[in-house]
C-alpha cells in the first residue's frame, strides 16, 4: 500500500508507492530533492528519518552504520514501510541553508588547452561560448555527453563565474573517454556539456574548521571549493588532507601547498599509500588515518570528502569514531566503473 512522506518544517507531502523509492515518488510528483548518482554510490540524496519506518532492497553503498544508526537514509533507495517524516536539508527543518540555483542546462564548449599533468591526469580547459560564464556552485560536477548519448561526469576544477572550465581527467586503464581524452582530444574540439549538477557544495552558514579530504582526482571539486573560498576571502580554518598512491600523483603539489598564502589558517599534509622505494619523508599510509593521528577529536569540525567509495566509507567510519557528527561530512563519491562497464554508475571524475 503506498505511505504518505512529510518533509518535516514545510508543507510537501506526497505519495510513494509501495516499493517505490522515496526520491522517485518526490520526482514524480514534481517535488525537487537533492540527488546525483540515483543508484546509491554517492550520498548526495542523504535525509534524515525523524518518524516512520524505511527498508532496502540492498545495501545502500553510501551509508554507513553510523549515518544509519543517526537515522539518515538515502533517498534514491529508501522504500517507506509506514507513513515517513523526513528532514532535508535546505528544506524547512533542513540544517543548512541551500543556495538559490539554476537547473542544468546543456552548453558546448571547446577545448582551450590540454596539459598532462603527471603520469595519468590531464589538465583539459574548456572554454564557453562568447560571453557565457560557468555559473555553479564549488563542488558540483558536469557532465560530458558524447555522440551516441552517454555521458561522463567530471568535477569543476576552477571556480564559478569565469567563462571557463577546468577539469582533471584521470586516463582509466581501457578507458572509453579517458583514452580518447589521452591519445586524440585536440584543441578546438568541441565537447557537449551539460551542468551544473550533484549536491556537493561549501555550507556558508557554518563557521567551524574545515576538514577536506581528497582521494586522488577528488582533489578538483576541493580545489574549486578553495578557490572560491579564497576569493570571498574566508576566515575558517581549512585541514587538507590529500591522499594519492606515490609522489608522482601529487600532480598539483606545489600550488596546493601554496593556498596557505590566501587563507587565514591553513594545513596541507599529503599522504602516500605505496610509496615502495622513494626517498620520501612525509605521510605514509591511509588518508583517513593520517587525519585521526593529527586531530583525535573532529567533534568541531564539517569534513567535505571527495575520492573513491572505500576511502569515502572508511573515512567516515573512522570521524565518526573520533567524535565528528555524521551530518557536517558531505561527500562526493567517485566511481570509474562506467568507463569500462557499458551501463555503469554515474561518476568517474
Not at 582509466?172 to 589521452?182: A, I, Y
Not at 578546438?188 to 574548521?209: C, H, V
Not at 605521510?283 to 583517513?288: A, D, N, P, Q
Not at 587525519?291 to 573532529?298: C, I, R
Amino acid at each position: 500500500m503506498p505511505h504518505t512522506i512529510t518533509i518535516a518544517g514545510t508543507t510537501h507531502q506526497f505519495e510513494a508507492g509501495e516499493d517505490e523509492p522515496i526520491l522517485d515518488a518526490a520526482m514524480r510528483q514534481g517535488l525537487e530533492l537533492p540527488f546525483d548518482c540515483q543508484v546509491g554510490g554517492c550520498g548526495a540524496c542523504r535525509v534524515k528519518v525523524l518518524e516512520g519506518e524505511i527498508d532496502y532492497d540492498l545495501p545502500p553503498m553510501a551509508l554507513t552504520a553510523d549515518e544509519e544508526e543517526a537515522g539518515m537514509a538515502l533517498s534514491c533507495q529508501a522504500i517507506a514501510r509506514s507513513p515517513v517524516v523526513i528532514e532535508v536539508e535546505g528544506l524547512g527543518g533542513g540544517s543548512a541553508s541551500r543556495p538559490a540555483m539554476a537547473g542544468p542546462r546543456r552548453v558546448t564548449g571547446r577545448v582551450a588547452a590540454l596539459e598532462q599533468l603527471c603520469h595519468d591526469v590531464m589538465w583539459v580547459v574548456l572554454e564557453l561560448p562568447d560571453g557565457e560564464t560557468a555559473e555553479f556552485r564549488a563542488g558540483q560536477y558536469l557532465d560530458v555527453i558524447l555522440p551516441d548519448g552517454s555521458r561522463r561526469s567530471f568535477s569543476m576544477a576552477s571556480a564559478p563565474g569565469r567563462g571557463f572550465l577546468d577539469l582533471h581527467v584521470r586516463n582509466v586503464p581501457g578507458g572509453l573517454f579517458t583514452g580518447q581524452v589521452f591519445g586524440q582530444t585536440a584543441v578546438g574540439d568541441a565537447w557537449e556539456l551539460e551542468l551544473p549538477l550533484g549536491g556537493f557544495y561549501l555550507r556558508e552558514d557554518s563557521d567551524r574548521p574545515l576538514l577536506m579530504v581528497a582521494g586522488g582526482t577528488g582533489l578538483a571539486p576541493i580545489k574549486s571549493l578553495l578557490e572560491s573560498a579564497m576569493e570571498q576571502r574566508c576566515s575558517r580554518a581549512v585541514h587538507l588532507y590529500w591522499g594519492v598512491r606515490s609522489s608522482r600523483d601529487l600532480y598539483l603539489d606545489e600550488q596546493v601547498a601554496r593556498w596557505g598564502e590566501r587563507l587565514s589558517a591553513y594545513s596541507y599534509v599529503p599522504v602516500l599509500s605505496e610509496p615502495g622505494g622513494e626517498d620520501w619523508k612525509g605521510r605514509t599510509g591511509f588518508v583517513h588515518q593520517a587525519v585521526v593521528e593529527d586531530l583525535p577529536d573532529l567533534s568541531a569540525f564539517d569534513a567535505y570528502l571527495c575520492g573513491p567509495p572505500p576511502m569515502i566509507d572508511a573515512a567516515k567510519r573512522a570521524f565518526a569514531a573520533v567524535g565528528m557528527p555524521v551530518d557536517r561530512m558531505f561527500a562526493d563519491s567517485f566511481n570509474f566503473s562506467h568507463e569500462l562497464n557499458p551501463e555503469p554508475l554515474r561518476r568517474i571524475s
